[in-house]
């Protein structure tokens, strides 16, 4: 698994901010067996000179948490909001361990990731790649999942011992199945 993060700029604050963050969850990110990459379009030596600003522990990652490199602009890390006006913008893009991209958010610069948003995603993503559930609005790790409306109700029975249960709905339909986070 891999992410790949933009931020626009060195020396802003909400990159900052950002930065800190990832690195503060890089073990986080390690458990879940993802690596994580930050993309700039600033140079090395800007880079070495933010990081010096940042200050050497306080911010930044240890083992390379959130390598840095010039390389967004390929990724159309700019792009045009308004005629005529180039509105800087922050992405994550989420691949998995098959190289397809499992998810991307595009965010306005002013506007910083939430970090643990983008970890309950990977649970998520990770969850729902092994076993036939999806998750639903709100749900955190541990909590009940659905069953793929796919899965035949007997097979789910049997891949799913500790119970499926459905939801009553005002049309009768039986169509929300959950059981406990296998």
């Known amino acids: ?19 800190g963050r990832a690195a503060k969850l890089a073990a986080e990110f390690s458990k879940r067996n993802v690596k994580m990459i930050a993309l700039s379009i600033d140079s090395v030596q800007d880079h070495l000179g933010w990081s010096k600003v940042r200050g050497a522990g306080h911010l930044q990652g240890k083992g390379g948490a959130a390598g840095l490199s010039r390389s967004s602009r390929a990724i159309g890390q700019i792009s045009s909001a308004l005629p005529l ?27 910083g990731r939430n970090f643990d948003e983008i970890l309950r995603v990977v ?29 035949p109700d007997e097979e789910a029975k049997k891949l799913f011992p500790k119970g499926v249960f459905t939801k009553d709905l005002p049309s009768g339909k ?9």
């Open 85 to 111: 006006t180039l509105s800087p913008c922050v992405q994550v893009f989420i691949f998995g361990p098959d190289k397809k991209l499992k998810l991307s958010i595009l965010y306005p610069a002013t506007t």
């Open 174 to 182: 039986k169509y929300l199945r959950y059981t406990p986070q296998p």
């Open 1 to 19: 698994w891999g992410i790949l993060f933009s931020h626009p700029r060195d020396f802003t604050p909400v990159c900052t901010t950002e930065l």
């Open 123 to 151: 649970d998520s993503l990770q969850l729902t790649a092994y076993k036939k559930v999806a998750t639903p609005v709100d749900w955190k790790p541990g909590d009940s999942v659905m069953v793929v409306p796919t899965l």
